[in-house]
């Protein structure tokens, strides 16, 4: 069975400061991995996408960045958070064009 | 650009009562409708997805989708207060390759009293 994990859980970061999250999915080959952003009070918004590893490809400019540098982990990133990155944010994949998207638990990215 | 508002906000509901949320879309021709549900603070699952005009059950959840009138519909049987959470609407595009982007509505946020 496939799983999906994110890390961490939760982050309570200032303003100007680095950020990393990441996702590691186990039990798949090749996924298609997602990064969307929940804003408080917001709606989902695709970020970014990965079809392969070292390919990222950006839907949003929120002043972020995402990695691939493996088959399995996907990374979400800044050199200087913004009090606008508050929010949630949640990782995804599928298996190529299948229908079913799978959510990992999230991670709430608090900035101060 | 894909639209998708839902109504209502909020919904509460006595548990074993049927709960029904309404999902409109802007896009007639996109192709994947699917409902999801958040509990506080985890991540999505999702509940029941459909391509095609008419009804979709998967359990107690049942979509329906009409596509002349731009709307999607989840309807809940015999809710548990375990299914208290916030329910959101997916769309995506009729061309599902990797990139196609899910646009969601604002999300229901449904509350099932004992």
């Known amino acids: 069975a496939q799983t999906i994990h994110q890390w961490p859980v939760a982050e309570i970061k200032a303003v100007g400061s680095p950020l990393s999250l990441g996702c590691t999915i186990k039990?798949?080959?090749?996924?298609?991995l997602y990064w969307y952003w929940q804003a408080t009070g917001g709606t989902l918004q695709q970020l970014f996408y990965?079809?392969?590893?070292?390919?990222v490809e950006s839907v949003v400019q929120l002043n972020l960045s995402a990695s691939r540098p493996k088959d399995d982990q996907f990374i979400l990133s800044t050199e200087k958070l913004l009090l606008s990155h508050s929010g949630f944010y949640l990782c995804?994949?599928?298996?190529?064009?299948?229908?079913?998207?799978?959510f990992g638990s999230g991670t709430r990215l608090t900035v101060l | 650009q894909q639209k998708v508002q839902q109504s209502p906000e909020s919904l509460t509901v006595s548990e074993g009562a049927m709960a029904s949320l309404n999902c409109t879309f802007s896009?007639?021709?996109?192709?994947?409708f699917r409902w999801y549900r958040q509990h506080s603070g985890k991540g999505l699952e999702m509940l029941v997805s459909?391509?095609?005009?008419g009804e979709k059950e998967e359990g107690r959840f049942t979509a329906h989708l009409n596509r002349a009138s731009l709307h999607v519909s989840l309807h809940i049987r015999e809710p548990q207060p375990s299914d208290s959470a916030v329910y959101l609407c997916?769309?995506?595009?009729?061309?599902?390759?990797?990139?196609?982007?899910?646009?969601f509505g604002g999300g229901t946020r449904l509350t099932v009293r004992p």
């Open positions: 039990g798949k080959s090749s996924p298609n």
């Open positions: 995804a994949w599928r298996a190529g064009s299948a229908e079913t998207l799978y």
């Open positions: 459909i391509f095609s005009d």
């Open positions: 990965s079809i392969t590893v070292g390919q």
């Open positions: 997916a769309v995506s595009p009729m061309n599902n390759n990797a990139g196609a982007k899910l646009t």
């Open positions: 896009d007639g021709t996109s192709d994947n």
